[in-house]
């Protein structure tokens, strides 16, 4: 005889779309955590043995905020979105579309619409990486986390990416001044 308890009074929690759930779990830690963004770095098909951008989540300041219905759209997904916002963009500049608005929805990003950490994180969308090559290589060549604080004052050998973020850091403090 199985005993169970009262029966329960919430109601079920709806779990997202198979693809979305690994964003989910992305956009729930970086914000348990207060990261600006999370990227994560993954093996493709295409080009065996490098890594390229698999998933991210942008959890930093907006310059623009564009939504079509924000009546629609609770907290937590209005965050979701400014991601999906950013890789959109990307993909429509990688494809050469000029006329970014004409061919995409109101809520759709231009270049002008992004703040400094939103094109750094936009950037990082066309990195590659071999195994051994800047901090995302060396994990996956040595099977250990690489955690980075303070990216504009990382040495541009051990990371790549350290002069966009030295650029963007000291933009934003001339425009400061």
């Known amino acids: 005889m199985a005993l169970s308890g009262p029966p329960s009074r919430e109601e079920p929690r709806v779990l997202p779309p198979p693809g979305k759930q690994f964003s989910n779990q992305l956009a729930a830690t970086v ?3 207060n ?6 770095w993954s093996t493709t098909s295409s080009l065996p043995g490098v890594l390229t951008w698999k998933e991210g989540f ?3 300041e907006i310059k623009t ?3 079509t219905n924000s009546t629609d759209l609770a907290g937590d997904q209005l965050v979701l979105q400014r991601s999906e916002q950013l890789r959109e963009l990307y993909e429509s500049l990688l494809s050469g579309e000029c006329d970014h608005q004409a061919r995409r929805p109101a809520a759709s990003l231009s270049p002008e619409d ?3 950490a939103e094109w750094y994180y936009t950037v990082c969308m066309t990195y590659a990486f071999r195994p051994g ?5 060396k994990s996956f060549a040595s099977n250990e ?3 980075l604080c303070n990216a504009q ?3 541009s050998k051990t990371f790549h990416r350290a002069l966009l973020a030295k650029v963007l850091i000291i933009e934003r403090t001339e425009i400061g001044n």
């Open 31 to 33: 914000k348990s955590i």
């Open 35 to 40: 990261w600006t963004y999370a990227i994560f």
């Open 58 to 60: 942008y959890n930093g």
């Open 65 to 67: 905020r564009k939504i």
């Open 114 to 116: 992004l703040g400094d």
């Open 133 to 137: 090559q800047g901090l995302p290589g």
């Open 145 to 147: 986390h690489v955690w």
């Open 153 to 155: 004052f990382a040495d």
